[in-house]
């Protein structure tokens, strides 16, 4: 019951108050080509944090009881991206500027952002649906829920949905080499630390391909 009444009161501030610039989202993750009884979905993340301003945003993955964690921090203002991955002991990242990001986005699979007139409320917000399809016909089309109602500056810059200019509330990536749904299940609005958006830690830097091939060699270690 104090959940119920806790998300009644969420959805009824967000009405009102559509001036929400900070603040941390969580989103629940799936794994829908994985079967529920699949132990490398139990040993994958079931959350993702994201934590965001005006124009930056840092999400972050973490699972197996910590053995492995997975950020990503991304200032507009900056022009950088820094992607940190912990597997055990093991701390690397990649840093990228605004070169690097534009040339990542190339290698993304193209498509086409159709707008729908379809909506939705997530976490209480006003949400509205966009389809995603590919150029490759052997690319099933993805929809997305997008929200207007949280001041971002161009919060998709740079990831594959740059052409979307709404906070992301249900979508899909490709992470480790598994497909993943993501459905946000909670918005706090609230001021931001900026060392929440930081990169932070002692993390040896390396090549983007370099950090390509960790991403697959961890997927073969999950798939037991």
């Not at 009444?5 to 009824?12: G, R």
């Not at 190339?106 to 729908?116: E, N, Q, R």
Request: with cysteine; hydrophobic share 40%; aromatic share 10%.
């Amino acid at each position: 019951m104090s959940f119920l009444v806790a998300a009644c009161s969420e959805i009824s501030n967000n009405v009102f108050d559509n001036d929400i610039d900070q603040g941390i989202i969580e989103y629940q993750v799936s794994f829908p080509e994985l079967g529920e009884e699949s132990l490398t979905a139990t040993l994958l993340p079931n959350k993702m944090t994201y934590v965001f301003k005006e124009d930056a945003f840092a999400s972050h993955f973490e699972a197996a009881g910590g053995v492995f964690k997975n950020r990503i921090i991304a200032n507009r203002d900056e022009k950088k991206v820094e992607h940190q991955l912990k597997v055990f002991r093991k701390k690397i990242k990649v840093m990228m500027n605004e070169r690097d990001v534009m040339k990542m986005l190339t290698d993304y699979p193209k498509m086409a952002v159709i707008k729908t007139e379809e909506t939705d409320t997530i976490a209480g917000f006003f949400c509205r649906k966009a389809m995603l399809v590919f150029e490759d016909v052997t690319m099933p089309e993805i929809a997305v829920f997008y929200t207007n109602e949280i001041n971002m500056n161009m919060p998709n810059w740079c990831t594959q949905y740059h052409e979307i200019d709404g906070v992301l509330m249900a979508y899909e990536i490709k992470e480790f080499g598994v497909r993943m749904k993501l459905k946000a299940t909670s918005v706090k609005p609230g001021k931001v630390d900026d060392e929440m958006l930081n990169p932070t830690g002692d993390y040896q830097a390396i090549s983007k391909e370099s950090m390509d091939i960790e991403l697959a060699q961890l997927v073969e270690t999950f798939e037991l």
